[in-house]
Every structure is written in C-alpha cells, then in structure tokens.
C-alpha cells in the first residue's frame, strides 16, 4: 500500500543552523513528491516538488530537497532557518496518472531565537 | 496567483445541525478537493470532484457529501454534524486529474469547525 512517513513529529532547532526534515514513501512506481508548509491557522503552501530529472530540488524560501530512489526518501533541508521558518511541514506523494495524494503526519517545527 | 477561498474560517455549531463548509477556486481548475486535518493523522481526503456535478469518495466520506454544481464551487456538506467531526476542514484544487500533469494542490485557509 502506498504510504508516506514523516518520523519525526516535532523538531526543534536554533535560528540560523541547519534544518533537515526527514520524509520516506511508498510506493510502486515513480512517485511525484511534494513537501508543503503550514503555518499556524493557514491552508497548505507548496514548497517544492519533484516529478523527473534533477533529483536535488529548489524550492521557494531557501528551501531544497533530495530525491533518493534507493532510500525511498524525499529529505527536506535549508542550511540556515530563520525564525518565520516555524511551521508544520507536511511530505506528499502523488500517484501518477491519479488525483490521488497521500500526505504524512506532518513534523513541526520550532525555531529558537 | 490561484486563489481558493473558504467562505468561513470558524464555525462553532450544534450536534444534530446541517453544516455548509462552501468553497471557491479562481482558476478554473478543473479539480477539487476537501480535506480533514486532525493532529497526528496529517490530511485525509474526504471527496473529490473532477468536474461539475462529478464527484468520487475519498478515504473518509462517511457523515459527509458534496455539491459541485459550478466548476468554480464546490461545497461539503455535513447532514448532522456530530462532535466527532470537530475538525479543521481543508479544500484544494488542482489543474488536472492526473498528478503529473499538474503537480501541486492548492489549499484554502481552511475551516475549523466545532460541534458541540
């Protein structure tokens, strides 16, 4: 069955160190994946996704994301976090040629000042 | 820029009462989607509709149904609300049926409703 695991459900870092936010699917064939954000009261806004190619993806607000097919993961990082990064994420995985997207459990993320 | 817009951010309503959550896209998009956010359970698909007055069951549409009757509009509807659908209610929209064609949904800001 397809299925998307955020393992970490809350995730705590300083302003300005790296942030890496892990994400690992499952699925059959070619996945399409997404990572989205959710700041506190709001809907979803995409980050960046992944259909082909280049499998090291840019994303808006200084974000990236790797795609590695051996591991089945889909690893979000931004080298530096600012406060404003406090947020939900949530990793997603379409299924080709369907409407239908499965998300994970979402990771929480607390900056420090 | 899509825009999707939830027409009520908070609703707090009774046990029993028929609730309207109304959605709308600006985009023409042929897709829509709605959505409930429970903390720990991520985002679980209710309904889909893929075109006017075409609708399919998502993973959880029992207490639920929709109407689509404009492509721009698309409604969830709770017959009798109970306190167990004390949620926040997401609707997104998407370009076309098939994901790789389009990629990404876009969200509203969703609704979160109380029944008590």
């Known amino acids: 069955a397809q299925s998307v695991t955020q393992p970490d459900i809350h995730i705590t870092v300083s302003e300005g160190a790296s942030l890496e936010l892990r994400c690992n699917y499952s699925y059959g064939a070619t996945p399409y994946l997404f990572w989205y954000v959710q700041s506190p009261g709001q809907g979803l806004q995409l980050l960046l996704k992944?259909?082909?190619?280049?499998?090291l993806v840019q994303g808006i607000k200084g974000f990236e994301a790797e795609f590695k097919r051996s591991q089945s993961s889909f690893n979000l990082r931004k080298p530096s976090v600012h406060w404003s990064d406090a947020a939900e994420y949530f990793c997603?995985?379409?299924?080709?040629?369907?409407?239908?997207?499965?998300f994970g459990t979402g990771t929480r993320l607390k900056v420090l000042a | 820029d899509v825009k999707v817009t939830q027409s009520s951010r908070y609703l707090v309503k009774r046990t029993g009462e028929k609730v309207f959550l109304e959605c709308v896209q600006d985009m023409d998009h042929e897709n829509m989607f709605w959505y409930r956010q429970d903390p720990g359970l991520g985002l679980r698909l209710i309904y889909f509709s893929y075109d006017v007055k075409m609708k399919e069951k998502g993973d959880i549409p029992e207490g639920y149904s929709v109407s689509r009757e404009k492509k721009e509009r698309f409604s969830l509807i709770l017959e009798s609300a109970s306190t167990n659908q004390t949620s926040m209610y997401l609707c997104?929209?998407?370009?076309?049926?098939?994901?790789?064609?389009?990629?990404?949904?876009?969200f509203g800001e969703g609704s979160r409703l109380t029944v008590l």
């Open positions: 997603a995985v379409g299924a080709s040629g369907t409407y239908k997207y499965i």
């Open positions: 992944y259909f082909s190619g280049d499998t």
């Open positions: 997104a929209s998407s370009l076309d049926r098939r994901v790789g064609l389009t990629g990404e949904l876009f």
